[in-house]
Every structure is written in C-alpha cells, then in structure tokens.
C-alpha cells in the first residue's frame, strides 16, 4: 500500500457512498450555499452555547450521511473526527451521541483530510466495512477561543482568514456505488518561521507545496493527471504563495485546475479577508460542492490537500513560530 | 482484519522492535524508575516553559527509540502521537523536529494505545514498515492548562489524580525480535453522566469495562488468555470501581491480574491521591516497565487498556458530564 515515503495507494477503492455538509448562516450566503444538505439560520442551533451548537453541526451531518445512505447507526463500525476546540470536544461529544467506536483525531484545519486518510486506511485493510469521517468548526467558537471575543470588536488584517461554520462527513464503505478513495499523502510538519497567526494562509502555503510535491514524487505523476487540485484553506494570500512556490521550483500545476476551499466557499461581497478557514472549510467544499460536481460528471479526478496550522494560543504567547502540515487524499469517480 | 464489532486481529504481527521512556523528577522516585531509559532531575529539562519541557520528553524518548534500534530517523515512515495541550502542541512541536510525516491524535490519556492500535494497522496493512507510536503529559504543563496554578496551593480531594510526567514511544516494524501487536479493540464513547473532575477514575471505569467486555466478545475469548491485563489510570477508586462492574456483570478477571498503570508507577509513599494519570502514564508503564517484564519472561501474553477522559475545562465550566474511552491493545511475546 505504502508508495514512495509517504503515500497510500488503496488498491480496494474505498467508496463514498454517502456524505453530508451542515452549515451556517454566513455559509448560506455563500455561492455553495445550494451544495450544503442543512443550512442554519443562526450561529445557536438551538443551543446555549457555540461550543454546542458546534457539537450539533457534527452530529446533525453524520445523522444525514447515514440516512441518505438507508443505514442505520449499528451499520457503520468507527467514527473519526476531530476539530479546532480544545481537547476536540465537540468530536468526542459528537462520538457520545453517535455512541459508535471513535478514533479522535487533531491536525487542526487538515484534520477533515486526516480523517478522510485513515477512514480509507481502515476500509482497505479490510479493519472495517463502514466508517464515518468528518471535521468540524465554527466561527463564533473558533473566536472566542483563539482570538478575541467578537464583543471587542478587534479589527482584523486582510491576511486573515474567517473560520467556516460547517461540519462536512463522509460514509466510506468497502462495497457500494459512489466517489472512490484512491491514495492519500500523509504530510510533514513544515515551519518556515512565520509567527503571524493572523496570516495563515502564508504559514501554511509551504505545507501544501510539500505534501503535493511528494504526492506527485510519490506517484510519480503529473499534477495533470487531476482535473482539480484544491488546498483546504490557504485563502488569496496562501494560494497566491502557493502558486509562486510551485514556479519558482519548476513543479507544473496548471492555475485551471489549481484552486483552494478557502476561496470557494465564500463570495468576493463576503467580508471574510483572505478567505475561509476552520477544518469545516475544507470538509465542507469537498464533501459539498466539490463530491457534486464530481456526481454531476464534471470532475473526474481529484486532490483534496487540507492544510492545518498546528498552533496554539499558547505556543503563539511564548514566542514559538507555527508548524504546518498538509494531507493530501485523491477521489476519483467514473461514471 | 476486523474481528466482531470493534476489534482488530494483526496476523502479521507487527513487532516492537524499540522503546523508550523519558520521565521526571517525581517518577524517579517510584517504584518503575530502573525501567525508564532517561530521568530528569528537574521539571523544566532546561527549557524555559513546561509546554516546551513536555515536547522536550517526547522529542528525547524518540530520538532514544530510535537509537536503540540502531536506525536512523529516515528508517522511519510516519509519527503517531498526542497529549493533553491544547491543540496537541508537544506532539506537533515533536513532529516538526523529527520532520517525519505526521498523525495528530487526540484521545486524552487514552492517546498512548490509539498511537499503538493505529500505528500497528498500518504496519499490518503495508501502509508502513516502521512507525514511531507515542504519548506523553507533563505534571505541571497538566495543572496550569486543566487546573490551578500550583502557586494556589489549592487543595485536592483523595480521589484526585496525579499528572505523571513522561514520555513513552515504541518503534513498530513490520519485520524484527521484539513484542508482537497482535490485536486492537476502538472503544465507544461511555458517559455514566459523572461531572467530577477530581475523580476521573470514577468517571472512566465504566469505559475500561465497556472496552475490556467488548475485546472479550469480539475475540471469543476469556480474560484469563492474558497473564496481565493493566488498565490506563483508573487510580485506587476507579480501579475498584472497574473490579466491582466485572464481578456485577459476572464477567470474570482474576483479580492477581489486573492491575492500572496508575497504580503502578508511583509508590504509597509518594503524596499522589488516587494515583497516577496523563496519557504519559499508561505510555511509560507499557513501553517500559510492563515490556521489561515481557523481555524477562515473565508476562507472555497481555492487554494494555489506556482509558481517556475526553473532557475539557470549558466543558465542565458548561456543566458537561465527563465521557470517558478506552482503547484495548494486547501484546505478546514468546521468547
């Protein structure tokens, strides 16, 4: 299975046989608004908190994925998830109600691909015959955490990013019709010295480059072989970087097809900076938008390189730089 | 691979070929201190943070396994690891210094046997031919992030639990002498609705009795297959709580067996309330003391069950009840 240093070849060909994206009010407002299966009017949920209503997105879209699939819970053998909260709680409660075995899992906004990686791992190995994989974030929870609350209305610059509110989760099985999971990248941790966590995207550009280097060395194959190449949430500033980083070491990645989650999700009218981020962002466009442009036949192959920014607000207070990393998984669907 | 409904059987064997343990200045004082690889006189490992001193014990049980093995970090495809910070940032903060690619896990102190339970699915699976699994936690990096600042002097009540400060890695290999990995059980998310967080143990059992009852059925075995079955950290009270849930299901686990890495790491003497907790805990006890015994002959065949309490300060500051996981592993070795 292992090819080259890094990558998995899954030979079985995991199948998406289902996948479900929830989201928020921001997100409904966005050009994917028609892609998300549940869309919130407001940032509660019916909840008390955000850190809950957090918790709700993930429960709410794994629910969805195992209905639209005619499974019942008692079907599906392992859920994997993590997301931004500390001691990822909003998975591990997630896992609570869902009352299925649970692998927790953090690579911070690259988690959505983590997961996607292991799930495929499981199902090849034959260690399972269904697995839910998802991440989660949430504006509002993300704020409050990492930054300031919303209430002091710190201003923000343009290379920072809004964190997505959206759980995106997928049901991989070993049989049945749907997208299929071909190979998975598993990243190093890149640090380039950046120490701004109000630019990401510039953090976490190099990662992306290193795991899509070493996917195609890996592979030995031509970024040409994918119709579409999407980074998980670089944003204008990341994917601008990204893109010169590429040239300037002579890898060929054709700007048509390469394109970053971050960017999609929301519409230049949004103010959201460089764009979206949170390990929602990615899980979200690709289990969304990105599977349903894949069923509709437009896409037939393609990279999903979640990029994650492995901070935290106390490595950021002592002065430490930020460590990236980035998983890269191939979908493939010919129908 | 998948045996019943959550366990995993490793035809293949994958072999401890390597481990390492790192602790500090309060473990050098117990009972297990001969069978950790280095200890350190101080809290801070010359670093200026505990935060950083918690990377440092992880980064040093690392590089030691690796040594031990005679290989060189390259030898090695991927880095299986978590702990208690925020946004496991010893782990990341460790990844980036060994540069190899990198699965961040989350699963509070039941962490240490999700690294090995996964690192051993992808050496079965051919996903790797050699892995680093690991975990670690930090006394006082634990209290100032989970608890009050030790300058309180805040008071603890008995059932209280004492953060062990230790690294413990183990180097996986598809071929080699060693230990043999030859089964996993995930565990489900278990919740008995306890809010106490000074009494964890309590909170976990349930957890340990859900995963051990689950390795049992799925395997089709009894308990008394193993010459030892060690929980994570139960501690004193959650320890008797789990014995008592065994004999009311009249599940039946020889009590000269059972044992918790809690229990085991510090002495009576040593002030430590119920006893020892933190994902270092179960890691050190495993992949040091406990695969001493194995190498000496004694223990042929056992489970290791690492237990996690999977809540977070916010969490019980939103009047949360504790859910609690464990993971099962078991190991054997025929010399």
């Known amino acids: ?52 209503a957090e918790r709700k997105l993930l429960e709410e879209a794994c629910e969805n994925a195992i ?7 008692e079907d599906i053998q392992f859920f994997l998830s993590g997301d931004l909260m500390n001691q990822i709680v909003s998975s591990s409660f997630a896992a609570r ?61 343009d290379t920072a990013q809004w964190t997505v509110t959206a759980a995106g989760v997928g049901l991989l099985s070993s049989h049945g019709e749907g997208p299929k999971v071909t190979s998975a990248t598993i990243g190093r941790v890149v640090d380039m010295g950046m120490t701004d966590p109000f630019n990401m995207g510039a953090a976490m550009a190099p990662a992306a480059v290193d795991t899509i280097t070493a996917h195609l060395r890996d592979l030995r ?38 394109t970053d989650c971050g960017l999609l999700i929301y519409s230049g009218e949004q103010p959201v900076f460089s764009g979206g981020s949170g390990c929602g962002c990615s899980a979200a466009v690709t289990y969304g938008h990105i599977l349903n442009r894949m069923k509709r036949g437009e896409l037939k192959k393609i990279l999903i390189v979640a990029t994650g920014a492995l901070l935290s607000p106390l490595s950021y207070q002592q002065k430490e730089s930020i460590p990236c990393i980035a998983h890269a998984v191939s979908i493939e669907y010919h129908r």
Chains 1, 2 share one sequence.
């Open 221 to 258: 194959i031509s970024a040409r072989e994918y119709d579409l190449i999407a980074t998980g949430d670089l944003g204008k500033v990341g994917h601008k970087i990204a893109a010169d980083l590429f040239a300037k070491h002579d890898i060929d990645i054709p700007r048509e097809i390469f």
């Open 97 to 157: 109600t869902l009352a299925l075995p649970y692998l927790g899992l953090f690579g911070a906004c690259s988690t959505s691909m983590e997961s996607l990686a292991l799930g495929a791992l499981l199902i090849e190995s034959k260690a399972a015959e269904k697995v839910i994989c998802g991440a989660v974030s949430h504006n509002a929870a993300a704020e409050k955490q990492f930054r300031y609350p919303n209430e002091y209305g710190a201003q923000k610059p």
């Open 67 to 73: 209905e639209k699939a005619g499974l019942k819970k």
């Open 1 to 52: 299975m292992l090819h080259g240093h890094q990558t998995w070849v899954f030979a079985n060909r995991p199948t998406i046989i289902s996948s479900s994206v929830v989201g928020g009010p921001f997100e409904a407002q966005g050009p994917l608004a028609d892609d998300f299966d549940i869309l919130h009017g407001d940032l509660w949920l019916g909840q008390d908190s955000y850190e809950k």
